[in-house]
């Protein structure tokens, strides 16, 4: 079954796209050449902070050349991520907004992808896949690149100053300092939080903890070298996952924070191919075999 969706051949093929936005959000939905129906895989691309739909469109090319309907959706607004928290209320509007264009071109049936970038796309991924998973959708697997980290203040500091200068062309000094002082405005507001009972570290963690249990199969992509995402906080994902799913990893030991794709094209998309076909080859054989059961 999984050979209707072809291998992957020629990245730039043209392709038929419709475009959503909103005020707030950057939203796209793709659809590949040819036919569409319930068993066309609906995948969910969600960037990383600061991303863009120009910069997510070469993820987007490798399931529409497997002939699947991409989602995506980007964080374009600089800094706004960091600010938060993993269950802001915002995040389940932006679910809910990616489930309500499923409904709008009638995808409700089809079966579910992930594909998730760093620590924004991963906490709206938390969301969405709860949210998906009450509702009984088919959701087959999802890919993890560069994801997840545990709550840190310095980390948060370390990843404003790379968004700050891949944004703002001023010296690191001076960025440095604004980011610090983003940095204890974000400490300040934690404490309040905290005075009210609300710790974000614990909330943190829950995600992490949460998103592990998921029962899809998962593919971790991380590097040793990633200064913004740990590699032993991917790896204790990874032990936590393999408890209740089935779980592939990969670690590109150089390549920095969501640079896998940009360093090693051939491989991050074997990868990921390889990957999205296991998964899709096993949701078939599994609705295969409930059809049989039913006659």
Request: aromatic share 12%; with cysteine; glycine share 4%.
């Amino acid at each position: 079954m999984i050979l209707l969706y072809g291998l992957l051949n020629d990245v730039s093929m043209s392709t038929y796209k419709a475009e959503i936005t909103s005020n707030s959000l950057g939203h796209e939905i793709a659809f590949p050449e040819g036919e569409i129906n319930d068993e066309t895989p609906v995948v969910f691309l969600l960037g990383w902070g600061g991303s863009s739909l120009k910069q997510l469109s070469k993820y987007r090319e490798i399931y529409l050349q497997k002939q699947c309907i991409v989602i995506s959706q980007c964080q374009q607004a600089p800094g706004q991520h960091l600010l938060e928290l993993p269950d802001a209320p915002v995040k389940q509007t932006r679910s809910h907004e990616l489930i309500r264009y499923m409904a709008e071109n009638k995808l409700t049936n089809n079966p579910i992808f992930f594909h998730v970038m760093s620590n924004t796309g991963f906490h709206q991924y938390r969301n969405l896949g709860q949210t998906l998973m009450e509702q009984n959708r088919k959701i087959v697997g999802a890919v993890l690149d560069s994801c997840p980290a545990w709550f840190n203040f310095e980390r948060i500091m370390g990843a404003f100053l790379e968004l700050l200068q891949a944004k703002i062309p001023l010296p690191r000094s001076l960025l440095y300092c604004f980011a610090k002082v983003v940095l204890y405005v974000y400490k300040l507001y934690a404490w309040i939080l905290e005075l009210t009972g609300y710790s974000a570290t614990e909330k943190f963690q829950e995600a992490i903890t949460a998103t592990a249990k998921f029962p899809w199969p998962k593919l971790y992509l991380y590097s040793d070298s990633d200064t913004v995402i740990p590699s032993a906080s991917v790896k204790a994902s990874i032990e936590q996952a393999k408890l209740t799913s089935a779980v592939r990893s990969h670690n590109f030991r150089t390549s920095l924070h969501v640079q896998h794709f940009r360093d090693f094209p051939e491989r991050y998309i074997q990868k990921c191919t390889t990957f999205f076909d296991s998964c899709l080859e096993k949701h078939f054989d599994s609705e295969k075999t409930i059809q049989q059961c039913k006659l």
